[in-house]
């Protein structure tokens, strides 16, 4: 069964920083390129990141720079790390997986206050 787990989430002010966490079942960890979204209230969700198998990544624009997306192969987990936080990041962040569908964990609420 694929689960996807994120951790990490919580209140910060803004220009401090946070990591996020995913933890995946095996199969999906490795088999595709897996993204952290953002859903902001009242917002569609948007791409925040992604990493390929081969560790290429792509950010935002609106984050490039701050935020950096890695993984550990060996512990099946995903993560983010966010530097300089805005008040404009806050959102429930998600991570995504694909394995012949895509695969969402529950999410994880960052809140950055001004």
């Known amino acids: 069964q694929v689960q996807l787990v994120e951790s990490g989430g919580g209140l910060v002010q803004a220009g401090g920083s946070l990591t996020l966490s995913c933890a995946a079942s095996?199969?999906?960890?490795?088999?595709?390129?897996m993204d952290w979204y953002r859903q902001a209230p009242g917002k569609q969700r948007e791409l925040v990141a992604s990493?390929?198998?081969?560790?290429?990544?792509n950010y935002a624009g609106s984050v490039k720079g701050r935020f950096t997306i890695s993984k550990d192969n060996a512990k099946n987990i995903m993560y983010l790390q966010m530097n300089n936080l805005k008040p404009e990041d806050t959102a429930v962040y998600y991570c995504?997986?694909?394995?012949?569908?895509?695969?969402w964990g529950q999410g994880t609420q960052v809140t950055v206050s001004s």
């Open positions: 995504r997986g694909f394995l012949y569908k895509s695969y």
């Open positions: 990493i390929t198998p081969s560790l290429t990544t």
């Open positions: 095996g199969s999906i960890f490795r088999a595709n390129t």
